[in-house]
């Protein structure tokens, strides 16, 4: 007798949206946990929301900690070219049943968070310093 497979939702939800990587879901969750780390989201034992905007701060930080100057071609190989695309994807963990929001949360929040090459490539260009 074969064992029921445990259900996998990220994989359901990678099954149902083709556009991002498997990868990029657990990369976004990752990214939130480290967020709520740093911002030290919890108080009396339960944690407290993170806004879109505070989310795409941690999860650019987080990018460049794990894959430093590789991070904007990691995640253009997952789907992931601008930041409404990170808002793509924890609505699709919302809608799944992965994440949870507020009422007042919104995909806009997304919108126009920040620029990826600036955001992921200058921070290792060499500055224009003479020595």
Not at 83 to 95: A, K, L, Q, R, Y
């Amino acid at each position: 007798m074969e064992l029921p497979r445990p259900k996998d939702p990220i994989a359901d939800l990678v099954a149902t949206d083709g556009r991002y990587h498997r990868d990029a879901y657990l990369f976004l969750r990752d990214a939130l946990e480290y967020t709520q780390r740093t911002l030290k989201r919890e108080v009396g034992g339960k944690t407290r929301h993170i806004t879109g905007q505070e989310l795409l701060e941690g999860i650019r930080e987080h990018a460049l900690k794990e894959y430093g100057p590789m991070a904007l071609t990691v995640l253009a190989e997952w789907g992931i070219q601008r930041s409404e695309d990170f808002g793509e994807i924890v609505f699709n963990m919302v809608e799944h049943g992965i994440l949870s929001k507020t009422e007042t949360d919104t995909r806009k929040d997304f919108q126009d968070g920040y620029d990826f090459e600036k955001a992921f490539r200058t921070p290792f260009k060499p500055s224009n310093r003479v020595a």
